[in-house]
Each structure stands twice: as C-alpha cells, then as structure tokens.
C-alpha cells in the first residue's frame, strides 16, 4: 500500500482498502483516510477515534495507528511521501501535519462534498504519467490540501495560531531531531538563541504546557511506539531511548502512565485482543 513509483497514490476506500487494519503499525508515508460512510475506531498514537462520516483523519509519518472500520465504509484513501510534501514548501504550513494537534476533522455533509469534487479531479489526474500531466495532478493535490486547510483551520483555530510561531515550529522540529539524546530545555532553547525560561513560557502560551512537558511526552510516546511495534527488549528500548539504566527508564514511564513499560506492553495486546 502506498508503495507504487509516483509519489502520491489516491484510491476509494470501498475498492481497494482494508476495514480490519487490527495490528499497530506505522508508514513512512503521510495517509489521510476519507470517511463518507461507515463507523468504526482508528487509533492514532494510542488516542482512539470514533469513525463518523464525513470526517478526515491525519497520519504522519512513524505514527502508530490501527483501524477496525465497519464493512459499508466508503470513502478515500490518500498516501503520499514527505517528498510529494516538500514540494510545496513554499506554501504556507500545513496546520493538520503538525505535531501535536487534532488528528481528525469533522465535516459537514456539504463541506465534504466539496473536498470530494476535488478528491475525484486528484483521481482522474493521477494516471497521466506524461510530465505537463504529473505537474498538474501536483497542483490539484495542493488545491485538495489548501481546500482541507480551509476547514481546519476554522475547526481549530488555535493550531493556525501555533503554526504562525516560528521559534514553536522550529523547536518541535528539533525535537523530532534530538530527543533521544538529549532532555534538557537549555539544549533546545541554545539552538533557538533563547533563554530556557522564555522557552517554557512561550511554549506554554502557545501550546499550553511546557517545553520541558514537550520533551518528556515526545520520550514516553516513542517508548509507546516502540514496546508495541517491536520486539526490542525494555533494556534495548530503554538504551534507544537514552536511558542507561533500565530501572530510572521504569520509573521515568510509571510516573507517566502509571504502569511499567512491561505492564503497558502486556496490558495493550491484551486490549487489542478483545476487540
């Protein structure tokens, strides 16, 4: 899925997708899923989502999720690499990609229908593998994310707020960078030539908790990734994660989740059995 040499792949869901995606797993491609018709859940990161219809639903790339989808679900499929992305950057941020933020959209039936129109020009487009053809199937998939952005933005204006800051943006984007090696505000706010207290404090204006939050959640959530999309060790997880010892590296994510990484690995399979 997602796997074929042009970088942008669009399908209907009805056709070619799965409702039963039951195993947590993760993409290094971006997949926004269409939802038309059809009820269900997808987890995205260990957050569970109701499926309604008329919703979009946002997965980055390396983010964990799974979906059990009723048999009518209808709607779209679109999967596209950080390649096809970057050939926008020009454009202004993409405010559903950020990280942190709302991972679905709930749509009017009419709003939807609107997005669909250019869902279906992206899907007759695409097949042209001639070169004038591959660029205007770009400039469609850009109006159709442009279009998305217009809703969301409405829908939350807070994350266009938090996407305008530019020392926010650039710090998450370090973070993505660093956070297995490094845990200290002063490391993030150096870089950004700012002091540790500013730092926090605008974090916390901006995106409501601290910078120092930021980097404990970004730790135990790849912790998460990893305990249940791998067969790594708590040890070996613990060393990826820049802990040298395994006991601090069980008491750092008890404090957070109140079981031991063990404990939240066993107890999650357990839950994904059942349903």
Known sequence: ??????????????????????????????????????????????????????????????????????????????????????????????????????????????????????????????????????EISVLQFFLLLKKIQQFYSMAYPIVEIQTKDLKIQEFKTLLELHFKTQNQVAFYADQLNITPNYLNIRAKKILGISASHCIQQRIILEAERLLITTDLSIKEIAYELGFHDTGYFNHYFKKWQKKTPGQFRDSYNMYNKTL
Do not use: C
């Open 1 to 134: 899925m997602g796997e074929e040499t042009w970088e942008i792949t669009l399908f209907q869901h009805k056709e070619k997708g799965r409702s039963d995606l039951m195993i947590p797993h993760k993409h290094d491609f971006y997949l926004i899923l269409f939802v038309e018709e059809g009820t269900g859940i997808h987890e995205i990161d260990f957050t569970q989502l109701e499926v309604k219809p008329y919703q979009v639903h946002f997965l980055r790339p390396q983010q964990v999720h799974y979906w059990k989808l009723s048999e009518d679900t209808m709607g779209y499929q679109l999967m596209f690499s950080t390649g096809a992305i970057h050939l926008g950057n020009r454009l202004s941020t993409l405010p559903f990609f950020q990280i942190d933020v709302p991972p679905v959209l709930e749509l009017t039936a009419s709003a939807y229908e609107q997005l669909k129109i250019e869902l279906e020009k992206l899907h007759q487009l695409l097949p042209d593998e001639t070169p004038i053809g591959q």
